[in-house]
T-cell receptor
Framework: GAVVSQHPSWVICKSGTSVKIECRSLDFQATTMFWYRQFPKQSLMLMATSNEGSKATYEQGVEKDKFLINHASLTLSTLTVTSAHPEDSSFYIC????WGTGYTFGSGTRLTVV | GENVEQHPSTLSVQEGDSAVIKCTYSDSASNYFPWYKQELGKRPQLIIDIRSNVGEKKDQRIAVTLNKTAKHFSLHITETQPEDSAVYFCAASISQGAQKLVFGQGTRLTINP
């Protein structure tokens, strides 16, 4: 079945630094990738949609200069949290349209900014 | 855009009883409605889904019903077991996989032995 590999699974970074999260579709081509953020005990909130070869579409209220999304190939989409601050600490998860099950989720990245 | 409301936020039932979680959606164009179970710190796991051309779908102890006119859909879990304890999310999208998936707020289900 469709698999999306997400790395890293967890990361701790200092305030002011940048962190890159990768999502790779292993056995299919993902022309679209959805990026979600989930704060503790809350729902998954869509941040942006990346499309291979074009600019990402950001949801209202999401700073595109802070959350840089790149979808340079059919199998790789990346989210870079720039100048991270403690309030950016969250669970970030990607999702791609898969086969059969509709959407294939990555395993998520727990980001802690100290 | 689509808005999905989910109730209740917490639900506690006795083992063996049934649990029902309800969701409403706003966009009449939505036609794909999955339900996910999420363990702490893990990815959402699809447990059942339904498309708008179907009114009900069942898979063993789990069933989903859809009322397109009222724009609401429900998850039914029968003969609940302790391992059913988790957070459940409903979601809605326009066409399976092609459009963004909007999630409900989630329901924390606790099965009491």
């Amino acid at each position: 079945g469709a698999v999306v590999s997400q790395h890293p699974s967890w990361v701790i970074c200092k305030s002011g630094t940048s962190v890159k999260i990768e999502c790779r579709s292993l056995d299919f081509q993902a022309t679209t990738m959805f990026w979600y953020r989930q704060f503790p005990k809350q729902s998954l909130m869509l941040m942006a949609t990346s499309n291979e070869g074009s600019k990402a579409t950001y949801e209202q209220g999401v700073e595109k200069d802070k959350f840089l999304i790149n979808h340079a190939s059919l199998t790789l989409s990346t989210l870079t949290v720039t100048s991270a601050h403690p309030e950016d600490s969250s669970f970030y998860i990607c999702s791609a349209p898969g086969w059969g099950t509709g959407y294939t989720f990555g395993s998520g990245t727990r980001l802690t900014v100290v | 855009g689509e808005n999905v409301e989910q109730h209740p936020s917490t639900l506690s039932v006795q083992e063996g009883d049934s649990a029902v979680i309800k969701c409403t959606y706003s966009d009449s164009a939505s036609n794909y409605f999955p339900w996910y179970k999420q363990e702490l710190g893990k990815r959402p796991q699809l447990i059942i889904d339904i498309r708008s051309n179907v009114g009900e779908k069942k898979d063993q102890r789990i069933a989903v019903t859809l009322n397109k006119t009222a724009k609401h859909f429900s998850l039914h879990i029968t003969e609940t077991q302790p391992e059913d304890s988790a957070v459940y999310f409903c979601a809605a999208s326009i066409s399976q996989g092609a459009q963004k998936l909007v999630f409900g707020q989630g329901t924390r289900l606790t099965i009491n032995p």
